[in-house]
């Protein structure tokens, strides 16, 4: 017999023939020297024993190992096995300090001993049936026969949920009474939480329970129910969601998230979500996980929401919003692939649903929506010819406009560029005309742009706003080496736009300018040519008896020429002019356009271009002579400005202003590539003076330019405009690189694609904490400049983001801007705070100030079968007093 209580387990053997004693060590029972049956054999110290009876047949498939020593009683049929003892039976496994064999009655006994060192309970059976989850208990009787047993503290899991404690009697193959067992999602032998069920039924995907109640660090809480049903699956399952009350400062009492989850398939599952407010608005959600492995993986959410935030009687404000992602393994389809990022809805869906997206500060505040669908295939054409085929829907919404974009739907067909007179068995090096590459690109579109969204579904929208157009490029190239130092190259490119409709122009009245849309056919060409010249310039200056053995600044200058004809001019038959039917007072105004303005490719335009376009890029490197430990004794390279590059373009076919604005920009990283720095800006090269004008009495200014260069008079360019920017992201993995640790360990440094799958389980950042690692910082700095010459304006900011570890479960994050021109923290600022409890997550979001200013504290299970189970305080950005005025 066996008697347990939660830890404590006493242990009463049978008493068989020979007599069982304790050897001086107290740590394995053996046989004594007293007196024993003719019936009874003895084996000592015998390891993988195997003392079935081979003559009988259900015996014959009982197998029993022992590793300290066993008795055989053969008048009794009573086998004992002692030191981590083993017996199978077909699909049955059993592993106990102590197993008790009786095939008279088939009964198999199992138990644990207290090691007299430790005083602990030791050896604990753990069984196993088939493909089940095993069973660690204090004590075991199974008959073998009829599959019924008796386990006593028994302690089981199966899909993240755990059974412990109590007493645990099978009585079928597929059922099991339970007594007292605790019912958890905690771990531990002894959980931090779990519902106390005093009498149940176990199936096998579920518990029907009687009397249950909760209980807390073994303290039981004044919560029960009289019955009850708990997930037992070992497949997805069904079930019903329970809802999570609270107070909305706005919309009052609610009930939220009660719902319905569907496990469709091992590929598929369906989670159907409520919200109901005491003021009568409510919340619906869909949202539908989908994955085949190696194959492919998505997420398709559906949402709608009606709120009465205005007076009583006043219409609800009614919004949804609907949201897919679907991504492709490449290996699935080579050569073809097929990708989807939905994000639509109404304007205000996220400002009137902020409890549905878990008061998101980043989608509170966005001000857009974009989505697009792909689907793209590669192969190759005749010759070898690289082609490539694109077809997609695009969409982009301004939340603060209200307008909605739309391309329905797009193609690109491309050729990759090919040399049409090169052969591909040639055999030598190829000929200068065998150096001529062409290409093609055609690309299609129907676009619609910035349609209110009250017009979006309109017929007036579908068959009048609905622009389309198709447009041809053919690039040829030729690209030689001269002078074995320089790289000489022409470039040639056709493009021809064909369209289904164009516009007309004309005054209605003298002062009102109306434009017609006229169906039919056009077409329009145009072409431009250029040719370039570059080459590099090395420059290197060594050091003697210096850590820097040389340092190497490299030039590649490049000067082109480009031109393009004249296509503003009136013999081309799509640029025209209207004059209005001006009379007093009226002036006449003349209006030149082309049928082609506005149109989703435009056509040809501008005047004739023959430009002479001027570029320099700078690059400097350093190489470090290798430190004494150093056992390869390279030479290290490092980047000291990685570019720095200045570019302009003469226009020779201009009468004035014939130099552009001249550009400059650079990038580099410093610290070991830990800190990234780059910059740019614009330069005049023309005077510019600012003259004064009195209108109704007051002085006003304006500048005006002057064809003068500024050199001329001993000055500099002036900047017009002026960028710079620097960003880091450091953690102790960056200054003590390790090589086995796993690349995207948390959210802030997940790949796209480890992202995106994080999505599909739980799109809230906060949900993925890696207490692993102590901290994670990230600086953004940002600095611009205008000048405008009457005035100039500037921006100066740091952005500091990451997350502190205080202790092994202690973390903070922390995301904020701050105006260093303002000298004031920016209205985004947020902290939040992590605690991992084991069983059980402490989380702390807290906005200070602004808007959004609120805070929330949730206390809850780390289980997903129990969210359930979980306390929230809250004070949304409602209650606020930005939002009350």
């Known amino acids: 017999m066996a008697f347990a209580h939660k830890s404590r387990v006493i242990i009463k053997r049978p008493v068989v023939d020979t007599i069982i004693k304790l050897d001086s060590t107290n740590k394995y029972p053996k046989l004594s020297k007293g007196k024993k049956s003719k019936a009874t054999s003895t084996a000592k110290k015998v390891v993988g024993a195997d003392t079935t009876k081979k003559n009988q047949t ?78 660690t208990s204090d004590s075991l009787q199974f008959n073998y026969e009829t599959k019924k047993g008796l386990i006593h503290n028994v302690l089981t899991e ?96 609610f009930l939220r998230d009660f719902g319905y989850y569907m496990g469709l398939s091992d590929y598929a599952d369906l989670t159907n979500l409520g919200t109901y407010y005491s003021n009568g608005s409510y919340e619906v959600s869909s949202t539908l996980d989908y994955m085949s492995r190696y194959k492919y993986s998505g997420n398709l959410a559906l949402s709608y929401g009606s709120h009465n ?73 005749w010759g070898g010819a690289p082609l490539n085929l694109t077809v997609g829907l695009s969409h982009s919404q301004d939340l603060t406009l209200k307008t909605v974009s739309l391309e329905l739907p797009s193609l690109n067909f491309s050729m990759g560029t090919i040399n049409p007179f090169d052969k591909r068995d040639r055999v030598g090096e190829q000929k200068w005309y065998q150096k001529i590459t062409i290409g093609y690109t055609m690309t299609a579109t129907n676009r619609v742009t910035a349609v209110p969204e009250s017009q979006l579904f309109t017929s007036e929208t579908l068959t009048k706003r609905l622009q389309n157009g198709i447009q041809h490029s053919i690039p040829l190239g030729f690209n030689l080496t001269v002078l074995k130092y320089f790289q000489f190259g022409i470039n040639v490119n056709y493009t021809e736009r064909w369209y289904l409709q164009t516009i007309r122009e004309r005054y209605a ?24 010249l570059s080459t590099k310039v090395y420059g290197t200056i060594n050091f003697k008896n210096s850590k820097i053995r040389a340092i190497r600044h490299t030039m590649t200058p490049s000067i082109g020429f480009g031109y393009s004809p004249d296509y503003s001019g009136f013999n081309h038959t799509y640029n025209r002019s209207i004059v209005s039917n001006a009379s007093i007072p009226y002036p006449v105004v003349y209006t030149n356009y082309s049928i082609f303005d506005h149109s989703v490719y435009g056509g040809p335009s ?27 004794q390279t030479d290290r390279k490092i980047q ?133 690692i102590p901290w994670n910082l990230s600086l953004n700095y940002s600095f611009s ?34 105006d260093l021109k303002a000298l004031k923290l920016s209205s985004a600022t947020s902290f939040a705070i992590y605690r991992d409890l084991h069983c059980w997550d402490l989380s702390i979001q807290w906005l200070p100030f602004g808007y959004y200013k609120s805070y929330s504290v949730t206390l809850r299970v780390k289980s997903t079968i129990l969210q359930a189970l979980k306390l929230s305080k809250k004070s949304d950005y409602t209650s606020n007093s930005y939002f009350q005025q």
């Open 785 to 818: 400049y205008s000048n405008a010459y009457i005035s100039t304006s500037n921006t100066n900011t740091l952005m500091i983001s990451g997350d502190l570890s205080l202790t092994k479960k202690w973390k903070i994050q922390y995301n904020t801007n701050y």
């Open 58 to 135: 259900l015996d014959s498939e009982i197998k029993e190992i022992a590793a300290d020593s066993a008795t055989n009683d053969v008048e009794t049929g009573i086998s004992q096995r002692f030191g981590k003892a083993r017996v199978t039976y077909g699909d049955f496994e059993l592993d106990a300090d102590y197993i008790r064999i009786d095939r008279k009655q088939h009964i198999i006994f199992a138990s644990g001993r207290i090691d007299p060192k430790t005083k602990r309970y030791v050896g604990r059976p753990i069984s196993k049936q088939g493909s089940d989850k095993p069973i």
């Open 606 to 632: 501008g005047r004739r271009q023959a430009g002479i376009n001027i570029s320099l890029d700078n690059s400097l490197e350093a190489k470090v002579r290798p430190k004494s430990t150093d056992t390869s």
């Open 158 to 253: 199966q899909d993240g949920n755990y059974i412990s404690h109590g007493q645990a009697k099978k009585i079928s193959e597929t059922e099991v009474a339970y007594h007292n067992i605790i019912f958890s999602a905690c771990d531990k032998p002894d959980p931090d939480y779990g519902i106390v069920i005093t009498r149940g039924i176990g199936e096998k995907n579920r518990i029907i329970s009687g009397p249950a109640y909760l209980e807390i660090e073994g303290v039981p809480i004044p919560i029960g129910i009289p019955f009850g049903f708990f997930p037992k699956p070992d497949t997805r399952s069904s079930g019903l969601i329970l809802p999570t009350p609270g107070e909305d400062a706005t919309l009052g009492f």
């Open 640 to 772: 000291l400005l990685q570019s720095l590059s200045f570019s302009t373009t003469y226009n020779i076919a201009a009468d004035s202003f014939k130099l552009s604005p001249i550009s400059f920009s650079g990038h580099t990283s410093v610290l070991h590539d830990r800190v990234n720095l780059s910059f740019g800006g614009t330069l005049n090269p023309y005077e510019t003076r600012v003259m004064d004008s009195v209108s109704s009495g007051q002085i006003q200014h304006y500048k005006r330019d002057v064809n003068r260069y500024t050199l001329q008079d001993g000055k500099l360019p002036t900047i017009l405009g002026f960028n710079f920017s620097a960003s880091a992201s450091l953690n102790p993995a960056t200054f003590h690189p390790s090589p086995t640790a796993p690349a995207g360990s948390t959210y802030q440094t997940a790949t796209p694609d480890q992202l995106q799958k994080m999505a599909l389980y739980n799109p809230d950042p906060g949900a993925y904490i890696d207490f692993n």
């Open 509 to 532: 009245r003298a002062d009102s300018l109306v434009t017609d849309t006229i169906p039919g056919f056009q077409r329009a060409g145009n072409y431009s040519m250029g040719v370039s």
């Open 309 to 381: 935030y205005g007076l009583a009687g006043d219409p609800p404000a009614r919004d949804f919003h609907i949201a897919w992602t679907h991504s492709q393994n490449p290996n699935a389809s080579p050569g073809s692939t097929f990708s989807a990022s939905v994000n639509a809805g109404t304007s205000s869906f996220y400002q009137n649903n902020p409890a549905s997206i878990g008061y998101n500060l980043q989608q509170l505040t966005q001000n857009a929506l974009r989505s697009s669908i792909s689907y793209s295939k590669s192969w190759t054409g």
